[in-house]
């Protein structure tokens, strides 16, 4: 069931306050959710880096936790500050928050077949038998893919319905999607106006962010390969990819597999131009961050150095970091002794 400013939204078709309107469409033409979209539109967006100076970013006292595409995590406000993602341009990234005791569950989702599964998923450590939550934000996708072919339509309103169709109860708070994300330049191609956010689990706050190498960790090349990679994965069907463990403030990279063809297909796409790989690769080629195509082709490079994905997940066993004392990371190997990732100072 759906809350917008403690007040049930009619979602019963046969009512005459929804007659003839989807639910979605009701949500983004609701005043209360217009407004909270106005609003976050004005708030600066900012960069996430860890820096030794006294440049903006995350301090070494925030503790964080990254999420990629399809990828959730839920985290306890006592042990986490801060929780995000970002490169979304017809993905959608959404926030749970527990209002009573602050538990928060973060996802990027890129598909309507992971949200059923998905929100259950983010849900199991959020919410208990007594109690509502609230969700503090659906940030994500253009306006340009409302098309029922298209990419971010589709996954709003899934999401929304699934929402609608729960016996839970939940407060949107802000639905930053579609038109009320979307920019346009002078060629009139459509941009999203924020790709990510970060949610702050002691106050419920939303801040409009982007991240970096040093923050979009551990592991990130090995994450991003397992998005692809879970799609010909039968183990991960209609599911989120499971990433971070709650109760052990670990991440614990869950294994998937790939095929000896990932190394082939790698080979062919290394040989592209940059302008090929995001015509190729991308949703959004015209909305891609500058990184896009290096990122693809570190991928590419790992599963060429890497093409068994026993090699990456020996025992099919998932790959698990600490966090350290200077809020940095490392691996935890099979055996008792552990490597420092690669970026932690």
């Not at 010909?232 to 989120?240: N, T, V």
Request: charged share 20%.
């Amino acid at each position: 069931m759906i809350f917008v400013a403690g007040a049930p939204l009619c979602t019963d078709s046969s009512s005459s306050c929804s007659q003839g309107h989807d639910i979605l469409t009701d949500l983004m033409k609701h005043p209360v959710l217009v407004s909270a979209s106005s609003s976050f539109n004005d708030v600066s967006e900012r960069k996430f880096s860890v820096c030794k100076d006294s440049s903006p970013g995350i301090s070494r006292h925030n503790r964080w936790v990254y999420i990629f595409q399809r990828e959730y995590a839920t985290v306890d406000p006592a042990l986490v500050d801060v929780v995000g993602t970002d490169e979304a341009t017809t993905c959608v990234g959404i926030v749970i928050r527990n209002q009573n005791s602050g538990m928060t569950s973060v996802a990027h989702l890129d598909s309507p077949d992971a949200v059923d599964i998905g929100l259950a998923q983010m849900l199991a450590f959020v919410v208990n038998q007594s109690s509502d939550v609230m969700l503090d934000h659906v940030n994500g996708s253009t306006e340009s893919q409302r098309k029922l072919e298209g990419y971010s339509f589709p996954l709003c309103k899934k999401i929304v319905d699934s929402l609608a169709k729960s016996n839970m109860k939940f407060q949107i708070h802000t639905l930053h999607v579609l038109g009320h994300n979307t920019r346009r330049d002078s060629e009139g191609i459509a941009y999203p106006i924020f790709t990510g956010f970060l949610a702050e689990t002691a106050t419920g706050s939303i801040i409009p962010a982007n991240f970096d190498a040093t923050t979009r960790c551990p592991d990130e090349v090995v994450r991003r390969i397992r998005v692809t990679a879970s799609f010909e994965d039968p183990s991960w069907k209609g599911r989120l990819l499971e990433t971070y463990d709650t109760q052990t403030d670990q991440f614990v990279i869950a294994p998937c597999t790939w095929g000896m063809h990932k190394m082939y297909i790698a080979f062919m796409l290394q040989n592209l131009t940059d302008q090929e790989i995001l015509l190729t690769c991308s949703t959004s080629p015209s909305a891609e961050a500058p990184d896009f195509v290096d990122n693809q082709r570190r991928q590419w490079g790992y599963l060429i150095q890497h093409p068994d994905w026993r090699e990456t997940f020996p025992f099919k066993k998932p790959r698990i970091f600490q966090r350290t004392e200077d809020k940095s990371w490392v691996r935890l190997q099979a055996k008792s002794s552990s490597s420092s990732y690669p970026y932690a100072d």
